[in-house]
């Protein structure tokens, strides 16, 4: 039984990363979701939050299904893989009762057909021709995902949900050039290097233009204070792929910074929810 043996295994638990622990969606946060509870009490505020973070649990998915396949970090990447698929079947279930009555349904029921069909793909045992595969079905459901956190940020109307969004957005970021990486690593990538830093420069820009809000509290500021350093050390990372493949060890650091940056994205985004839906 090749498939999803590789991928299971409560042996792996134990060594779940940070930001797997915390519970990405579920978050350990009153205004979230958990399980056992109605997703119908979803809070505005929070919906932004989750179905904003649609895309960067595919692309957390993703990297982790291709790090398996690289060998990098298993005892880690498995159970990171693992809680993405599970995180978003929960959030898509929130989501279709928060939009229930609304446009923004009929969007969300599309986006979790076409995640069925990216779920099944990640459950098999890691392969270039699946990763292929894999890569072409990614730009069928992060289109929907877009498609449809922009119809509940309308929907909703507060100013506040961008500020939502540009938070939410890092993680977002983090995730796609971890997986871009990983996937030219593999030799399966279909984007550039160029790709990479245009999302580097994206996410240096975002975090200025964050500094610059004055009611951000105190709190959000340090956790901003806390990202800026380890995107020091993902952007050594990356780079490292300039000259060709990198080294085992760079692999490790992009595997590690990215897993670290969104657990600090995270924890910043359920702080500017909690700020604004109080």
Known sequence: MKRRNLLLGSACLAMLP?????????????????????????????????????????????????????????????????????SFDEAVRGLAEFTKGKSSAATVARQATEWARLREMLREAPSPEGASALSLQLEKVIPLCTEAHDQIVAEIANPAADTIRRTGRQRFLSQRAGQLFMFREWGVARGSFNDIEALNAESRK?????????????????????????????????????????????????????????????????????????
């Open 206 to 278: 975002i975090r200025e233009d964050l500094r610059r809000i004055p009611d951000l509290s105190p709190d959000v500021r340090r956790e901003l204070d806390l990202a800026e350093g380890q995107w020091v050390f993902f952007v050594v990372g990356l780079r490292a792929q300039q000259r060709g493949k990198a080294d085992d060890v760079a692999r490790r650091n992009v595997a590690t910074t990215s897993e670290r940056i969104l657990e600090i994205f995270d924890k910043l985004t359920l702080q500017v929810v909690a700020q604004y839906e109080s």
């Open 18 to 86: 940070i930001a797997s622990r915390s519970g990405l969606i579920h978050a350990q946060s009153k205004s979230a979701p958990t399980k056992g509870a109605k997703a119908s009490m979803m809070k505005p505020m929070m919906a932004v939050n989750v179905s904003g973070k649609q895309r960067t649990l595919t692309l957390r998915a993703a990297r982790t299904y291709a790090q398996l396949g690289l060998g990098v970090l298993p005892q880690r990447s498995s159970p990171a893989l693992q809680d993405s698929i599970a």
